[in-house]
């Protein structure tokens, strides 16, 4: 079975700092990856996804994702982050067999300081 | 177009008590699912139904069954709730087969005492 990992439980910076999240997953095969983002008190968003091709993915309010096929990971970045990315970020992974769902990691909440 | 819209948005069920989640959907996906929260888990997944007439199992599917009333609608039953149960639960769609980005509702926060 699939599993997703999000080494950092709980990342404080302060404004303009850089970001980055790490997910690690196990499944050999072909994958679809993605990052959602969680704002206090509201549901999942999407910021990016990554299906194929350039594995260097830009998504929405300038974070980026690098897929890395042999280390199995999708890193989340920002160069410079700001309060309002205050949040829980949470990686998620679909296999293109088996199951038709995704599995998510138990999730980074960032707190961004002013 | 309101996207995913779930009710009740916040709920307190007594141990033993019945209720059941309701979960539609305005894209005109073919995949929808059920997820729980719980804190430092991530969301699981319950049950999922890849399109109209089909349900399966997900992660953690025990205390729980769902029905595909429609292409719209897909609904969670917890028959006899228990305080292991509380959580909040999450409905989401995707289109095609399962694949996609999945599309999240407003989430019901149910508390079992």
């Known amino acids: 079975a699939q599993s997703v990992s999000q080494h950092n439980h709980h990342v404080i910076l302060s404004e303009a700092a850089s970001l980055e999240l790490g997910c690690n997953y196990s499944?050999?095969?072909?994958?679809?990856l993605f990052w959602y983002v969680q704002y206090p008190g509201q549901h999942l968003q999407l910021l990016l996804k990554?299906?194929?091709?350039?594995?260097l993915v830009k998504g929405i309010q300038g974070f980026e994702a690098e897929f890395i096929k042999s280390k199995f990971s999708f890193n989340l970045r920002k160069p410079s982050v700001q309060w309002s990315d205050t949040a829980e970020y949470f990686c998620?992974?679909?296999?293109?067999?088996?199951?038709?769902?995704?599995?998510f990691g138990s999730g980074t909440r960032l707190q961004v300081q002013p | 177009n309101a996207g995913v819209t779930q009710t009740p948005k916040f709920q307190v069920l007594k141990t033993g008590q019945s209720m059941t989640l309701q979960c539609a959907q305005d894209?005109?996906?073919?995949?929808m699912y059920w997820y729980r929260q719980d804190p430092g888990m991530g969301l699981r997944l319950i049950y999922y139904?890849?399109?109209?007439?089909?349900?399966d199992k997900g992660e953690v599917p025990n205390g729980y069954n769902v029905s595909r009333l429609n292409k719209r609608e897909f609904s969670l039953r917890l028959e006899s709730a228990a305080p292991s149960q509380t959580s909040v639960y999450f409905c989401?769609?995707?289109?095609?087969?399962?694949?996609?980005?999945?599309?999240f509702g407003p989430g019901t926060r149910l508390t079992v005492t």
């Open positions: 990554y299906f194929s091709g350039d594995p």
């Open positions: 998620a992974v679909n296999a293109r067999t088996g199951r038709r769902a995704l599995t």
């Open positions: 894209m005109n996906h073919n995949s």
């Open positions: 989401a769609s995707s289109e095609g087969q399962g694949f996609n980005e999945q599309y």
């Open positions: 139904s890849a399109s109209e007439g089909t349900t």
């Open positions: 499944y050999g095969g072909t994958v679809n």
